[in-house]
């Protein structure tokens, strides 16, 4: 900080209070200009890296989806697989556990209810009182 101090009055020393401002302008102006070219350059620099790294992506795309198989597959022309073997069903349909009686699932057998003289019926609630009743 107290180096811009000096550079400050040095300044104005040299070029005087009438043309500091000028100066200050002029200087901010090609701050500016400077700040624009180097913002263009990166973001030229920038461009040009992700315009590459589009190119890679779409020859590594190219060559995934190339239609030529890689090498020690299946050549070109050779007959297809043979499909596989036909299921028979009449085989998988007749099983021993299904023909033995003990395995069949029976419903579930309810327990007859046992009517005693000792049960009482449940107790009524009260009638509710009217709404206009107070208790206390």
Known sequence: MP???FIFGLALLIFGP???PKLGKQLGNALGE???ASNEFKNQL??????????QMQEEAKQAISLEPPEGTVAK???PPPPPEPIEFSR???DPAWEDPDRVIKPPVKPEPTSTSSEQPPAQPSPAKPAGEHVG
């Open 46 to 55: 920038q461009d040009e890296v992700n315009q590459l790294e589009f190119k």
């Open 18 to 20: 009438a043309q500091l």
């Open 77 to 79: 022309g050779s007959a």
């Open 92 to 94: 998988l349909s007749h």
């Open 34 to 36: 400077f700040k624009r």
């Open 3 to 5: 180096e811009l101090l």
